[in-house]
Nanobody, 123 residues
Framework: VQLQASGGGLVQAGGSLKLSCTAT??????????LAWFRQAPGKDREFVGF???????SSADSVKGRFTLSRDNAGNTVYLQMNSLEPEDSGLYSC????????????????WGQGTLVTVSS
């Protein structure tokens, strides 16, 4: 499975971005995957952002709750991360990951990763 993330860019604080991550796989396989977004700022550890189950149930980290929303389009093999009210602290390389075991996807040890898309939020 290959994951391709897109949608990053430069945005002012308070603005919005919508990230996409599209999987190169069959639709049937994609439906079986749990998916998550992580981010990493320069000099910092990778940080969990949000997760969505194969059934479409989303959850997010406390740091982004109420501002970020995950969704998925199984027909398009794509998971989305809608980011609103962006803050400079949200800047980083955002990567998507996929797997069939909830704990590994949420824990960042799932087998499939995209290359990441860069988000920069200016103050």
């Amino acid at each position: 499975v290959q994951l391709q993330a897109s949608g990053g860019g430069l945005v002012q604080a308070g603005g919005s971005l919508k990230l996409s991550c599209t999987a190169t796989t069959t639709a049937q396989s994609f439906r079986n995957y749990h998916l998550a977004w992580f981010r990493q700022a320069p000099g910092k550890d990778r940080e969990f952002v949000g997760f969505i189950t194969r059934g479409g149930g989303p959850s997010s980290a406390d740091s982004v709750k109420g501002r970020f929303t995950l969704s998925r389009d199984n027909a398009g093999n794509t998971v989305y991360l809608q980011m609103n009210s962006l803050e400079p602290e949200d800047s980083g390389l955002y990567s998507c990951t996929a797997g069939t075991i909830v704990s590994t996807v949420r824990g960042g040890t799932a087998p499939y990763w995209g290359q990441g898309t860069l988000v920069t939020v200016s103050s």
